[in-house]
């Protein structure tokens, strides 16, 4: 969905590296969501954001942090980057109302070496 | 908790068949239910979803899913599977008794349909 972006798409990078993932969506949706999979595992909540001053922890942020610089943008980071954060990162937005559905980034895919 | 399950990893299916991947649910109050589709090196797309109203939703490229509450099910079905309808589908509850409005997702269900 071109709608909402991700940066980059693919990233190869050492442990212990710092590395920021960005988000970016044009849908006007105040909610914004971090999420990784993983074989097996689904997709997993790593933060979310219900507005620019609203920021919260998902099941899984240990080791990662968000910052929402603008209702627009949503970037996640991993200060340390380690090998099991290898993984598929997804970002996506909803807009209020518990019966909206979300709208997803193409993805991340992030290899730690 | 809220919670989705979905009993199958992959799903076979010839072509023109009809197909059926299933989910349950388990959910304190009335369930926020949806369904969306993985392709291959993309982001997961909105099928449907179930709010209120007729058991039976109809979503897009022709799919539907028919919420049962007695056996706590939102079993995704289509008539007549397309090479084409092959991919990751994953179930979803939305949270709406803690005040997050977070979506649950399943594990997914990885539909194959042959040719």
């Known amino acids: 969905d071109a709608d909402v972006t991700q940066t980059p798409r693919n990233r190869i990078t050492k442990t212990g590296k710092r590395i920021m993932l960005e988000c970016s969506q044009t849908?006007?949706?105040?909610?914004m969501y971090w999420y990784r999979q993983d074989p097996g595992l689904g997709l997993r909540l790593i933060y979310y954001?219900?507005?620019?001053?609203?920021?919260n922890k998902g099941e899984i942020s240990d080791g990662y942090s968000v910052s929402r610089q603008a209702q627009a943008k949503f970037s996640l980071s991993l200060e340390s980057a380690i090998p099991n954060q290898t993984a598929l990162y997804f970002c996506?937005?909803?807009?209020?109302?518990?019966?909206?559905?979300?709208?997803f980034g193409p993805g991340t895919r992030l290899t730690v070496l | 908790a809220q919670s989705v399950a979905q009993p199958e990893d992959q799903v076979n299916v010839a072509e023109g068949n009809p197909l059926t991947v299933k989910c349950t649910y388990s959910v304190s109050g009335n369930p926020y239910l949806f369904w969306y589709v993985q392709y291959p090196n993309r982001g997961l797309q909105f099928l449907l979803k179930y709010i209120t109203g007729d058991n039976l939703v109809k979503g897009s490229y022709g799919f539907e899913a028919e919420f049962n509450k007695s056996q706590t099910s939102f079993h995704l079905k289509k008539p007549s599977a397309l090479v084409s309808d092959s991919a990751l589908y994953f179930c979803?509850?939305?949270?709406?008794?803690?005040?997050?409005?977070?979506?649950?997702f399943g594990t997914g269900t990885r539909l194959k349909v042959l040719a």
């Open positions: 849908k006007g949706h105040d909610r």
């Open positions: 954001s219900f507005d620019v001053k609203d920021i």
């Open positions: 996506a937005t909803s807009p209020w109302g518990p019966d909206n559905e979300q709208f």
């Open positions: 979803a509850v939305r949270d709406i008794t803690s005040g997050t409005y977070k979506y649950i």
